[in-house]
């Protein structure tokens, strides 16, 4: 007669996108070069629902949960998750090694009798992978691992309803009444006695104690699992591991014919029923050996699954076209930023730039070139103040608008917010299309009710704003702005631009009001020298004029300063990482600024409180004609007519009264703040004006 085993079908793997979205997750912000050794959850059902007649073992995104996430009718077991850094490592890792050392871990889970309290520790997997981040594409291998060579010869199939014991639908109702009531890592393997049709426990029948005498004789049980399997013939893979168990605890069923019950649910209009399990009678060989030597031998596990093609290698997932698209612009446009916390910058705050507003003064070359560089380091709030159209002499220079913008004559900053929502829509980016008033500019009586509103809306947005750019195309517009700043303790970055020159700096941040003694300049050794971040001065602080008109009666040449095309490109990306550094600073706007007094570099080891970028300057100014920068810094000055106590007060007790006053008459600061007086005393003085021209 010939010789018939039951044959076993492996898992299938089925993997959900939202596990893959997590793995980039995990690599990107967790693991980084770290190849860890993860705990996951896996999935499995024993409800036939007549869709797969294979078993499929799920993984989703609930897979890296700490506890095993509860859903009606599935099965948890656990596994491990290693993600390589390289292909090459995926490729070359020792997969028989693996094998041998995953199957182990089950055996060593029996002996150790975990898998007696833990049934489910008997069914197991491993996923091997490889992603290759930018592309989203995945390689993976999954492993489930069996023992294999354990023969089971099939004597009979009968479906349980069939089985005399089982024949009453009132026996199987309660039977699956008890099954149910089983937590999920017993509902995995457990037996039925055969005397009382209950179920049972392994650890109520098995213990370590008793192993080598057990009172089990194979006709008293019915030994059970639930099955991934829903076809006639097979059983699933988790059987095997079961009979090495047995063995283990129970070696005298060697040799000896069992009934195994493959337990499946099905249900039928609303009722849950268990009348499709079957029941496979085997014999069990008795030709292994020793059971120690068995599980050690060489090729004693196996469990690799196949790939599509059906051959042993690994699957290939493409979630470029499934995963969410907005989703994966969004994480891919972060992905620079996360490597850089791989190794470079580990201690990055990504979450500080990422939370950080932004209020850009300008949507003109300065503010397309920061709002594009913002975006690039992650900020996602930005706010741009702009009152002029696009015009055809703008998108060559000016990096956001298109010749359509400018044939339209879009406002500004209306067609910087709809093109920077076009390059990243996840950007919180709004426009103001508002003209900022200036000293020396008169408001007319028809013009202050809108000058009233554009103040108040302006006030707002700079209360609002965590970091304010200046980058508009005039001294006198950034008064305002700087005097907001100020006054709100807010971080503000000024960037000027000459023909080949520019200037980007920060403004010292101070509490207002406070005190007004400005200290001496601390000497710090090396001939290098500290100012704090309270002292810093503001772009007024070097300029003892009151800004006025200054476009009028101007040629256009004057009107529009000519730069050399990267100047702005260039001013506009310092200013964006002088802002990063200053917001990775752990002392932020107060970070305090150190320059050496000879005109030579600071070296970032001369200072002792740098950013985790570098140092902070208090300002750069560049020459193209040279290529060369410097990076020096001033203290405030007490008669600063944007920035000085005189000032903040005046703008405190007065408010929109006392800038009509300056928008009027720009000369009433150099009045208020004493500087008129200053002129007096200097015979000598005509004219000190500030050095830097202006476009934006
Ligand atoms: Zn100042």
Redesign the pocket.
Known sequence: MNEKFLEFVPYSSVINPSFWSKVVQIKLDVDKLHECYRPIWGFFTNVDSNTYRTPLLEIDSTSFNLTCPEAVGSLYIKGHFVNKNTIESFKECDKAHILHNEGLNIWKDIISGAALDNPSLLNKFFILAFAELKKYHFYYWCLYPCISKLKLNLTSITNLKDCGSFNEQEVLNRLLEDYLKLDNNQKQFFLIKRSDLKVQTLNSCFSIKTKENILINEDDYFFCFSDPCMTDTYAGWPLRNYILFLLYYCPKLAGKSVNVISFRIHRQESQTLCDNSIIFTVRISNDIGPLEDFVNEKDSWIGWERNEKGNFGPKFSNMRGSLDPVGLTQSSAELNLKLMKWNLVPNLDLERNHSTKCLLFGAGTLGCAVSRSLMSWGVKSITLIDGGKVSFSNPVRQCLYTYEDSLKGIPKSVAAVKNLKEIYPLVDAHAFSLFVPMPGHPVGESLLKQTLETVKEVEKLVKEADVIFLLTDSRESRWLP?VLG?YYGKIVINAALGFDSYLVMR?GVRQFPGPDTIPVEENHGNGVKRISGENL?????NDVTAPGDSLHNRTLDQQCTITRPGVSMIAGALAVELAISVLQHKDGGRAAAYYKTENVEVFSSDIPDESLLGIVPHSIRGFLSTFSQVLPATQ??KQ?I???DVILNEYKTRGFEFLMDIFNSSKLLEKITGIEEIYKNIPEYQSISSDEEFTD
């Open positions: 700087t100020s403004h001065g503001c772009y007024f602080c405030r000055y600063c944007a920035c000085s």
